[in-house]
């Protein structure tokens, strides 16, 4: 089967969707697929190789552009493709992640618009793109890419889908208005849609409501990740203290600061283990601030020798992570529709401590890889934590059972062969699996 994903880059951030997206088109092609990962917006950051074709549609400049001023909705292609260098994206990337999404509302309204918005010549470019590569079947990354899915369906004729994993997080940053106007859109885009994919059941409930999406539409496709380097000997330091990881983007949406708050709160309980919490993950200067602010607390509380922060990692560096810590604690204030990170750490024996929302019930309630907290309770979260560095036998029992669940039912070739059986019920050439 010839696949094409447009996926989009995350203004020069580690993402979870470029991730996932990354880790699916590789698997893909090991499984005998025709797939093409084309990146939209700017390159995409992974930290595994990089399945993605050198050329991005809807370049953040040329989009921007064609946002403020008239004329450059009418420059020649020559003219776009100087704005549309790689290198040249990837150094605006280091100021567009400053930007918030609420200043983006007039321009994400206009995508969605499609070709009847300020960057249909955009969409026109992608048309002809695809209508050159001839796919069997076009997915888009999220639905704020969907509005140049009615162009695509009536020029190419063949099935499109919609990921679905983290597009709530941009919207609910807008005003009521402008969020319903995207819904409008969106909905409206939908009439060309197939069928929809969402990362986790609790997710695909989420959306159909929050968006006005049919549920039945919208098929569950859990994550799984590449299982290379993972699994390894854990650190046999017999003299390393016990210790809780955070691996995530450090920002306020997964939970940083609830972490810091659950450890200062951890190591104040009589009795509690010495124990010391490290901290990795992509940060970027928008949230160097916030991240400070944690840092004077941990310092605050005379426990700043027991923190370290580690620069956000290659693969490598990030199993090796892994690795080092005992429980991993990510207690997102978002309600996560993935959780990479959890499998990740599942991967090398690591259980976890999770607020009971988003899709983190369905993954621990079905593996038995670690504890679900009160969602509002920082004493509920120390108190887990507590649990499993002093119950040895049960943070040994939940990370062998967590390693087990990925094994057998989170790997990328899973993800993959359970993505295609999805494509071939509407696809009418069926494909190997």
């Known amino acids: 089967?010839?696949?094409?994903?447009?996926?989009?880059?995350?203004?020069?951030?580690?993402?979870?969707?470029?991730?996932?997206?990354?880790?699916?088109?590789?698997?893909?092609?090991?499984?005998?697929?025709?797939?093409?990962?084309?990146?939209?917006?700017?390159?995409?950051?992974?930290?595994?190789?990089d399945a993605s074709q050198q050329k991005v549609f809807f370049g953040g400049v040329n989009i921007y552009l064609e946002?403020?001023?008239?004329?450059?909705?009418?420059?020649?292609?020559?003219?776009?493709?100087?704005f549309n260098f790689r290198w040249l994206l990837k150094w605006v990337s280091r100021f567009a992640v400053r930007a918030?999404?609420?200043e983006q509302a007039e321009l994400t309204i206009s995508m969605l618009r499609g070709a009847r918005g300020k960057q249909a010549k955009e969409v026109e470019k992608l048309v002809e793109y695809l209508r050159d590569e001839k796919p069997d079947v076009v997915l888009f990354t999220n639905a704020l890419l969907s509005g140049a899915i009615p162009s695509v369906k009536q020029a190419l004729g063949v099935p499109v889908f919609v990921t679905l994993q983290g597009d709530d997080i941009f919207l609910d940053e807008l005003s009521?208005?402008?969020?319903?106007?995207?819904?409008?859109?969106?909905?409206?885009?939908?009439?060309s849609v197939d069928a929809y994919i969402s990362t986790s059941a609790y997710y695909a409930d989420h959306m159909a409501g929050y968006m006005g999406v049919a549920r039945e539409n919208i098929h569950v496709v859990p994550p799984g990740i590449s299982l290379t380097g993972h699994g390894g000997p854990a650190d046999a330091n017999p003299t390393r203290p016990l210790t809780i990881g955070y691996f995530?983007?450090?920002?306020?949406?997964?939970?940083?600061?609830?972490?810091?708050?659950?450890?200062?709160?951890?190591?104040?309980?009589?009795?509690?283990?010495?124990?010391?919490?490290?901290?990795?993950?992509?940060?970027?200067?928008?949230?160097?601030?916030?991240?400070?602010?944690?840092?004077?607390?941990?310092?605050n509380a005379g426990l700043i020798g027991d923190f370290e922060h580690v620069e956000s990692p290659a693969h490598d560096d990030k199993v090796r992570f892994m690795r080092s810590i005992d429980v991993l604690c990510v207690p997102t204030v978002y309600r996560e529709p993935k959780g990479l990170y959890v499998l990740e750490a599942w991967a090398n024996g690591v259980p976890v401590v999770l607020p009971a929302h988003g899709s983190f019930p369905e993954l621990v309630e079905s593996t038995n890889g670690g504890l679900l907290v009160?969602?509002?309770?920082?004493?509920?979260?120390?108190?887990?934590?507590?649990?499993?560095?002093?119950?040895?036998?049960?943070?040994?029992?939940?990370?062998?059972?967590?390693?087990?669940?990925?094994?057998?039912?989170?790997?990328?070739?899973?993800?993959?062969?359970?993505?295609?059986?999805?494509?071939n019920q509407f696809v009418r050439t069926q494909a190997p699996v």
């Not at 447009?6 to 025709?34: E, Q």
């Not at 403020?68 to 100087?82: A, E, I, S, V």
């Not at 009521?176 to 009439?191: A, M, P, T, Y």
């Open 1 to 49: 089967m010839r696949i094409a994903f447009i996926t989009a880059g995350a203004a020069g951030m580690y993402c979870g969707s470029c991730m996932r997206d990354n880790t699916l088109v590789t698997a893909l092609r090991r499984l005998g697929h025709d797939a093409l990962l084309i990146p939209a917006y700017m390159p995409i950051k992974v930290d595994e190789p």
């Open 67 to 82: 946002q403020k001023f008239w004329l450059f909705r009418h420059t020649p292609r020559f003219l776009d493709r100087l």
């Open 100 to 102: 918030k999404y609420s």
């Open 176 to 191: 009521e208005h402008e969020r319903q106007k995207c819904f409008e859109l969106i909905r409206e885009n939908g009439g």
């Open 248 to 299: 995530a983007r450090i920002c306020p949406e997964k939970g940083f600061h609830r972490v810091v708050e659950a450890f200062i709160r951890l190591r104040q309980t009589p009795g509690a283990p010495d124990a010391k919490l490290r901290a990795s993950g992509w940060m970027g200067e928008n949230n160097r601030a916030y991240f400070d602010e944690q840092v004077k607390r941990l310092t």
């Open 374 to 423: 009160n969602p509002d309770s920082i004493e509920e979260l120390a108190g887990g934590l507590h649990r499993v560095l002093t119950d040895h036998e049960f943070r040994r029992g939940a990370g062998r059972a967590g390693e087990t669940a990925v094994r057998e039912r989170f790997t990328a070739d899973t993800m993959a062969r359970d993505t295609v059986a999805l494509l």
